[in-house]
Antibody
Framework: EVQLVESGGGLIQPGGSLRLSCAAS????????MSWVRQAPGKGLEWVSV???????YYADSVRGRFTMSRDNSKNTVHLQMNSLRAEDTAVYYC???????????WGQGTLVTVSS | QSALTQPASVSGSPGQSITISCTGT?????????VSWYQQHPGKAPKLIIY???NRPSGVSNRFSGSKSGNTASLTISGLQAEDEVDYYC???????????FGTGTKVTVL
């Protein structure tokens, strides 16, 4: 059974940093396309970042330069380092994975990030 | 990258068929057969129900089907059931600055 488990969310002040992690089991992150997708309260889904199986990473315009996605193949885990956080980054952050960018078969349960003073 | 355009809500009676549209551009929906649809229950993670425009993952009901014409993709739910009353999002590969984009989301109401 495939499982993606996110961790690292919480309450953080504007301008602060947070690191999210997504641990996979029954699924090899290095062989798949891994994404972070967020959903602000009451809003729709927004693609945040993706790492291709080959290692290239891409970001949404809204987070480029502030967020960094990485992959630890030895721990079968992906991370999202979030710096210079803003109130508008408040959302549930989902980790997802699949055979392509457009086909994200597996999703974690989500972790809530709240940016507020 | 602007979100793909979906109707905010679509409704139908039990047993009827409904269609949700997803409009993009030639840089995303119209340019590639890489459109997916996700179903999301309140407070839960999205679930993939259609990929590559028309394909259903194993275990997904055949009441869900997908199609595409030009820059608009569509999700059809046939034999509408009360359990279908949740949110649906389309998604597409795109050649713009971000390789993936979601639709604005559609809430389905079963009358």
């Amino acid at each position: 059974e495939v499982q993606l488990v996110e961790s690292g969310g919480g309450l953080i002040q504007p301008g602060g940093s947070l690191r999210l992690s997504c641990a996979a089991s029954g699924f090899t992150v290095s062989s798949n396309y891994m994404s972070w997708v967020r959903q602000a309260p009451g809003k729709g889904l927004e693609w945040v970042s993706v790492v291709y199986s080959g290692g290239d990473t891409y970001y949404a315009d809204s987070v480029r330069g502030r967020f960094t996605m990485s992959r630890d193949n030895s721990k079968n885990t992906v991370h999202l380092q979030m710096n210079s956080l803003r109130a508008e980054d408040t959302a549930v952050y989902y980790c997802a994975g699949g055979i392509s960018v457009a086909v994200q078969n597996y999703w974690g349960q989500g972790t809530l990030v709240t940016v507020s003073s | 990258q602007s979100a793909l355009t979906q109707p905010a809500s679509v409704s139908g009676s039990p047993g009827q068929s409904i269609t949700i549209s997803c409009t993009g551009t030639s840089s995303d929906v119209g340019g590639y057969n890489y459109v997916s649809w996700y179903q999301q229950h309140p407070g839960k993670a999205p679930k993939l129900i259609i990929y590559d425009v028309t394909n259903r993952p194993s275990g997904v009901s055949n009441r869900f089907s997908g199609s595409k014409s030009g820059n608009t993709a569509s999700l059809t739910i046939s034999g509408l059931q009360a359990e279908d009353e949740v949110d649906y999002y389309c998604s597409s590969y795109t050649t713009t600055s971000t390789p993936g984009v979601f639709g604005t989301g559609t809430k389905v109401t079963v009358l």
